[in-house]
């Protein structure tokens, strides 16, 4: 992605669980599930290969049954540090955009989760963030 017209949104987290059990919630399909996407919708991972050049294909299900396909392409992966990856969604039109997540280790074992979104168009996200405002509650 190109850094002109570009607009991020930065998501910071803590967790009072170890890094490496913040990195298996991210790269988990058996984890993935409880947590990924917003309140009502569900997530089935179709597949799931986190390495660079890797890729999550997964559908989220929406609560009147509308369903989402979705991929990630994995670019940098840094176990249990680092992920950084494209999110396309299928459908015409829609924009991708980057996403770089990082896991710190706390010295009182607590993990910071710092998310960071790029994306080329503010419409997508301000929606963006909405949804994972209301999801970490």
Same mark, same amino acid.
């Given at each position: 992605?190109?850094? &002109?017209?570009? *607009?991020?949104?930065?998501?910071? @987290?803590?967790?009072? %669980?170890? =890094?490496?059990?913040?990195?298996?919630?991210?790269?988990?399909?058996?984890?993935?599930?409880?947590?990924?996407?917003?309140?009502?919708? &569900?997530?089935? *991972?179709?597949?799931?290969?986190? @390495?660079?050049?890797? %890729?999550? =294909?997964?559908?989220?299900?929406?609560?009147?049954?509308?369903?989402?396909?979705?991929?990630?392409?994995?670019?940098?992966?840094?176990?249990?540090?680092r992920l950084v990856y494209i999110h396309r969604s299928s459908e015409e039109g829609k924009s991708q955009f980057q996403v770089s997540v990082s896991l710190d280790e706390q010295e009182d074992g607590k993990t910071e989760l710092t998310m960071q979104m790029r994306f080329e168009i503010g419409d997508r996200m301000r929606r963006e963030g909405r949804i994972w405002r209301h999801r970490g509650r």
């Amino acid at each position: 992605m190109t850094e &002109t017209g570009e *607009t991020s949104l930065i998501i910071q @987290r803590t967790f009072d %669980v170890p =890094r490496e059990r913040v990195w298996a919630a991210w790269t988990s399909s058996e984890e993935v599930q409880h947590w990924w996407g917003p309140d009502g919708v &569900t997530t089935t *991972t179709e597949e799931l290969d986190v @390495r660079p050049g890797g %890729v999550w =294909r997964f559908v989220m299900t929406g609560p009147e049954g509308d369903e989402y396909q979705n991929t990630i392409v994995y670019d940098e992966v840094v176990e249990p540090e680092r992920l950084v990856y494209i999110h396309r969604s299928s459908e015409e039109g829609k924009s991708q955009f980057q996403v770089s997540v990082s896991l710190d280790e706390q010295e009182d074992g607590k993990t910071e989760l710092t998310m960071q979104m790029r994306f080329e168009i503010g419409d997508r996200m301000r929606r963006e963030g909405r949804i994972w405002r209301h999801r970490g509650r």
